[in-house]
């Protein structure tokens, strides 16, 4: 892994908890230096038990528990592993076009309508 991964700060996020659990990610990865095992391939970071991802999991919520559905920490986990192939400069536009995409919503706001709460999304 060669690429820049940024500092972690995601500024061009609108969205203010999707801000929030992509730095609580980044900050993890980054402090237990576990960049190059999210870069490899993963089937599912959701399910997976491995002890890179424990110390991971570990980290973040010691760094502060940001309320994580399975699907906001499948999500955020794939942009972490996204970042670390492509590096920051090349992750921005990416990330930017999902965001539009979304029409800026949240992953947090996504699990919720999946879990059937209709009416945090209008």
């Not at 038990?49 to 559905?69: C, R």
């Amino acid at each position: 892994m060669n690429n820049f991964i940024g500092t972690g700060e995601f500024e061009y996020v609108a969205d203010a908890a999707t801000r929030k659990m992509l730095h609580n990610a980044f900050m993890a990865i980054s402090q237990t230096n576990m960049w190059d095992y999210i870069a490899k391939e993963n089937y599912s970071f959701m399910m997976d038990t491995s002890y890179e991802i424990n110390l991971i999991n570990a980290k973040m919520f010691e760094l502060e528990d940001v309320g994580h559905s399975g699907c906001s920490y499948g999500w955020t986990m794939r942009m972490m592993q996204k970042l670390a192939i492509m590096g920051e400069e090349k992750f921005t536009p990416f990330n930017l076009s999902i965001a539009d995409l979304c029409n800026l919503k949240s992953p947090l706001a996504i699990s919720r309508l999946i879990k059937g709460n209709l009416s945090v999304i209008k």
